[in-house]
């Protein structure tokens, strides 16, 4: 979740600030911190953890059979091709996120690691990130290393308020996986701003100062940026 503080900010600084808390539309459990899984532990497909999917996917927590840790946090997502239990099937996950703004570009950003645990196929799996089931924001992309590294998709216009991004692995018949840690959806750049009565709900002091500001001036408000990756 975005925190803000109001102190001394600049106001484009607070209309960007709080644009980014307006139009928040972002991926549930994108860290895969809930359920909390037992330390050095995993679970398929746990109750509750935010996603829907298929086969051989779901939560690890610290040094076991998927990994060695996560890239933030505690726990991390696995997603994998299982030729033992699931031959010829893949390893899916997918949420639908509503909250976009038609007409606005968006991308997914996210952390992904070769699974390197202490037992299993700890070899890469192709991984695809696919938006409403056929338009290819990623193609078959593997991470070669065991260390976690950024990825970004490439950017899409918004058709629609309502989006399904789902992230699916490609090899069939192999045992392979690919870690996968905090999952975000990023802005592009925006057609729209966040009016004073926007504000207002959210802060009615905020509010009050959009109403004085935007009488002297036209809100423009600068595009976001893309994340950067973490040293």
């Known amino acids: 979740m975005r925190h803000c503080s109001f ?23 994108g860290g895969f911190e809930y359920p909390v899984i037992a330390t050095d532990q995993w679970a398929p497909r746990p109750a509750g953890w935010g996603w829907y999917g298929a086969y051989n996917v779901g939560i690890a927590n610290g040094n076991g059979s998927w990994g060695t840790g996560a890239y933030q946090g505690q726990q991390y997502g696995y997603i994998e091709s299982d030729g033992i239990d699931y031959p010829g099937k893949q390893g899916w996950i997918e949420q639908t996120i509503t909250g976009f703004v038609i007409g606005d570009t968006y991308d997914v950003t996210f952390w992904m690691a070769q699974r390197n645990g202490d037992v299993g196929g700890n070899t890469s799996n192709p991984i695809e990130v696919i938006l409403n089931g056929s338009s290819f924001l990623m193609g078959p992309t593997y991470d070669p290393d065991t260390d976690w590294s950024y990825y970004v998709t490439d950017s899409f216009v918004a058709t629609s308020t309502t989006n ?44 009050a100062l959009l109403r004085r500001r935007t009488k002297a001036l036209r809100l423009r408000p600068p595009g976001l940026k893309n994340a950067v990756p973490r040293s």
């Open 7 to 29: 102190v001394r900010l600049s106001y484009s600084a607070l209309v960007a600030c709080f644009a980014s808390l307006a139009w928040a539309q972002d991926f549930v459990n």
């Open 164 to 207: 399904t991004i789902r992230f699916q692995t490609t090899q069939t018949y192999v045992d392979s996986a690919n870690l996968l840690d905090d999952i975000h959806i990023g802005r592009v750049n925006y057609t729209s701003t966040p009016g004073p009565s926007a504000a207002l709900a959210f802060s009615p002091a905020l509010g």
